[in-house]
């Protein structure tokens, strides 16, 4: 029933498209790169050609109608299908196509190791095709490569893990995603703070990669970014769903777990030689993706860290995949708040004592200021 209706969407979406297309109709178009990333031998960049909806960046001083109205562009975005564009770095140029919804992928491979001190970590991208007198025809896509002393990469969900979104509690989420623009929205006390120390490491040269693996649309990538940006979370590459993901393979919560795990294993595989860390939560599964992926990758997983925001009985499921993982060889932390979770890293020799002294200090910041009513409280 969800494929058909989601069939439905595409062929309006397509008729949309072409008519507007023959009619001359079309606003301006844009080509959406995401944040890439990459490693000796191979690079990755993801992006979307749409229409123009002028969205406007978030403000906090905007209003409840200014938040719903960019909230409806976002979700009601045109995209681009079937148009051509090239991706030029280090020499090569791949020609692409963008799908039904405007996505276009694009993945450059070499023999010999990339010298990024030479390429730079900037893909352009060139759209092949114009349809308006005032198409953006080329843009550039930023690159991720990890540090040469990188000592282990981080894996985290964003949902109810980083930003406070109530997936679990359906009007709670909608009251959030609806009411509150991206400055608005509070991270967890701390998060942002533990983030920031792991992607320091102990010896804190920051050579730790951050990869966000989530459940959210990619309609929302500006939205997450503009939250990092404002909360001081580091960035990396976001690895978000494309709108139909969870119709197209039938039960949402296999299609969800398959979908995470596609994305966990498209990283550990670029990076056979770097051990992660993961976070996530009680509320979306992340327990049991994490658990497939410790017996998929054995040793690569140094530990895994899961926020408590569900009931006693979700707790006791979580405590008995946490055996199962730990009997694997990898701690699996269920905690209610940051701290827990930082103390068991430093613990481990990931971050410092410097390091958890200043998550501390943040967690009881950004606690000061939801008491404040800076931010919503958590």
Known sequence: MLAAIEKVEHSLSMAKFKVKDKLHLLEPI??????GFGSDTYVYVKGRVLEDEKVSQPEKDDNVLQHLEATYKRYESDEIPGITLTASFAGQTITVETDEEGFFEVEFR???PIDYSTAGHKVKLQLQEQKTDHDRMEAEAHVFVPGKDAGFGIISDIDDTVLVSKVTHILGKLKLMLLQNSLERSPFPGIAGFLRALCKGNDGKGQNPLFFVSGSEWNLY???ISFFRSHDIPEGPLLLRDKGTRLDRGDFETSEQEYKREKIRHILDTYPDL??????DSGQHDP???QHIVQEYPGRILGVYIRDVTPEKRDKEVRDIAN???AKGTKMLLAEETLSAAKHAAEMGWINESQLREVKEACEKDAQKSRNGEHPAV
């Open 275 to 280: 051990n992660f860390i993961c976070i996530g």
């Open 288 to 290: 049991e993706i994490y």
């Open 222 to 224: 500006d939205l997450l």
């Open 324 to 326: 199962q993982v730990e």
């Open 30 to 35: 844009n080509i959406m790169p995401y944040y």
């Open 110 to 112: 070499t023999d010999t």
